[in-house]
């Protein structure tokens, strides 16, 4: 009698099996610096997943970028009807020498160093998942595609297009970004819109006649604190207010002022209101004679859950309790590749890598090695489960 789903439970020995050598992979590639741009990192990282992935009969193509190195793309093909992405990314946003600082370790079942939970566990779990699932004989998908990009921490500007163009191939996409805890999951992320907003002053000598200035930084000042209030209109959007800069001169009334502007939120519609709610900010003014501009660059789009998502959602939660996981699905803030796959009509379950924190700070970066196994079960059970359905 063929096996009935789930399937998880097979899997968690056999990956437990091969954790000593996962564990050996990952020291490899966390001990690489691969800050978004640090090209040959990338590229000798993107060579071992190569290597690794060959290992595993997949066709691999590396395709090379001028500032961020090679994104990767592996291919196999199977008996089945769906094809399934899963996708990771290799670099971090730690500048060159981070490795120096804090190697790859191992202490008391916590593992460190610059990449370890985002996202080379990830990576190198969802590559180890699909090894017992093939070594299991396990062919009912009609592709399997991986793909690792390399500039996904600066918002995927190099290999956004891989993605949209790899999109249209695919049913289901899973993304290996780290957990926060052992039962997370994520089934929708915040899309983000950048803005730069400009004030023109007028320029006068700060001690001679300052009043034939009109300073471009108090009328700034006015327009931040309204950006500001905006919290209290817009709830659960956020208004994040960076890189404050203006002419520098201690003398003169400064006649140029600017700020960037990140807008977060769960919703297109909540992007356009705060995108309208700025722009009656900019067309308003405190100090006389001062001219504004507002510009507008969207960046991902918010991973809202649709129907297919939470069918991914329900199949993984089926999958982890015979691993003894209640797996919750929940909203997060931060953007991901996910967003780029949902934008393009890609059912995509997020969340699914091994469980650690700390990212983003070098002295805190984690991994919890126990959670490799189960984790990894978690997926290979997932991918089973979906092709059988």
């Known amino acids: 009698m063929p096996q009935t789903a789930p399937f998880a439970q097979i899997y968690l020995p056999k990956l437990q099996a091969y954790q000593e050598e996962y564990l050996q992979r990952l020291a490899t590639l966390v001990n690489i610096d691969s800050g978004t741009g640090q090209i040959e990192g990338i590229n000798q990282i993107m060579s071992h997943l190569q290597q690794w992935l060959t290992e595993l009969d997949f066709a691999v193509e590396l395709c090379p970028t001028t500032d961020f190195g090679s994104n990767l793309v592996a291919r196999r093909f199977g008996k089945g009807h769906l094809r399934i992405l899963i996708m990771g990314h290799v670099d971090t946003v730690y500048a060159a020498g981070a490795v120096r600082e804090q190697p790859f370790s191992i202490k008391d079942g916590v593992a460190s160093g610059p990449g370890v939970i985002d996202m080379k566990s990830g990576d190198i779990m969802g590559i180890y998942a699909l090894r017992v699932l093939l070594e299991s004989n396990f062919d009912q998908y009609k592709e399997l595609v991986v793909v690792f990009n390399n500039d996904e921490e600066v918002g995927s500007p190099g290999s956004r297009q891989l993605v949209r163009d790899l999109a249209q191939q695919l049913d289901y996409a899973l993304v290996l970004e780290p957990a926060g805890n052992i039962n997370s999951l994520t089934h929708s992320r915040k899309g983000t819109d950048k803005y730069v907003l400009e004030v023109s002053g007028v320029a006068a000598h700060s001690g001679v006649e300052p009043y034939k200035g009109r300073s471009a930084v108090v009328e700034l000042a006015h327009k931040i604190l309204a950006i500001q209030n905006l919290h209290s209109i817009f709830p659960g959007v956020t208004f ?144 089973q489960h979906l092709c059988q359905r």
């Open 240 to 383: 994040n207010i960076t890189r404050l800069s203006s002419t520098e001169p201690l003398n003169i009334v400064p006649d140029v002022a600017r700020c960037n502007i990140s807008v977060r939120s769960f919703s297109k519609k909540g992007l356009d209101a705060a995108a309208a709610a700025l722009e009656t900010i900019v067309a308003s003014g405190s100090v006389p004679d001062t001219h504004i501009t507002l510009t507008r660059t969207p960046g991902r789009s918010p991973y809202e859950p649709t129907e297919g998502i939470l069918r991914l959602v329900s199949l993984a939660q089926q999958e982890g309790e015979v691993l003894g996981l209640h797996l919750k699905a929940e909203p997060k803030g931060g953007v991901s590749d996910a967003n780029i796959l949902v934008e393009a009509g890609v059912p995509t379950l997020d969340t699914l890598g091994p469980v650690g924190g700390g990212m983003h700070n070098l002295s805190r970066e984690h991994l919890r090695v126990d959670s490799i196994a189960v984790r990894g079960a978690l997926l290979a059970g997932l991918i």
